[in-house]
């Protein structure tokens, strides 16, 4: 009986130990994983704050990004703006030079067809119209003669009484007729494609009109320097034709 006794107590010893055993085993690996945890949070942290760290640099990157992008695009826009001014100078040096070549083709001989050969020529190259015709007041009444033409028929031309029609009225009243400008009341069948009529005054007398008819098909409309040339042309074509006069 005794013996039997021993012998359980000898198996509970042995249970009770293997039970403190496989406790102190799970006490120590449960420290082992709650210290791995530590380390891993402390890990996620520093990852974590990495993380914020490239974001606030990818965000401040974007910003310079952001700011260099705005920066070319205005400086592409003052090129452009430069682009464009110089273009501008461009076109106003090639009007000028323009202008004065028309000047001094003007006043360059005083030979009366060459003087109304320039006339045409700067209505052809200049305003852009093959359809035209150059006017001189008569001295014994008050209508104009046709004195030069191109590319319209003459005989409708020929003698137009001061008042009569568009051409007529400019002649009469000494200003010029623009058909963008004007609505073109009075007009005579004849000047349906009548575009500008500029009076060639000198000392404001009325010495003759030009008349400009359909303009070219790539030229749209008149332009500013246009409107500069006509009134280079109503004194300095009037002067010149003035001194040719017989």
Do not use: W
Not at 96 to 124: F, G, M, P, W
Not at 156 to 174: D, E, N, S, V
Not at 227 to 244: G, P, R, S, V
Request: charged fraction near 30%.
């Amino acid at each position: 009986m005794k013996s039997e006794e021993d012998g359980r107590g000898d198996y509970v010893r042995k249970v009770r130990e293997r039970t403190r055993e496989y406790l102190r085993d799970v006490l120590t690996e449960n420290e082992t994983l709650r210290a791995n945890v530590a380390n891993l949070q402390n890990e996620r942290s520093f990852l974590e704050d990495r993380v914020k760290e490239r974001q606030q640099e990818l965000d401040s990157y974007r910003a310079q990004h952001e700011r260099l992008r705005r920066q070319l695009d205005q400086i592409e826009a003052e090129n452009r703006r430069f682009s464009e001014q110089f273009l501008d100078i461009e076109q106003q040096n090639a009007n000028l030079a323009n202008l004065y070549v028309a000047s001094c083709r003007l006043h360059s001989t005083l030979d009366r067809q060459k003087v109304l050969d320039a006339i045409q020529e700067i209505i052809i190259n200049l305003v852009g119209s093959e359809e035209l015709g150059v006017f001189e007041s008569s001295d014994v009444e008050p209508a104009l003669a046709l004195v030069s033409h191109f590319g319209i028929e003459p005989s409708r031309y020929a003698k137009i009484p001061f008042g009569a029609g568009l051409i007529g009225r400019t002649a009469a009243i000494g200003d010029a007729y623009i058909a963008s400008r004007h609505n073109g009341a009075g007009r005579l069948p004849h000047e349906s494609d009548l575009t500008a009529c500029i009076p060639l005054k000198l000392d404001g007398k009325v010495l003759g009109a030009i008349a400009i008819f359909k303009l070219l098909e790539q030229k749209a409309g008149l332009e500013d320097l246009d409107i500069e040339l006509f009134d280079l042309l109503a004194t300095h074509a009037a002067t010149a034709l003035y001194c040719t006069r017989n």
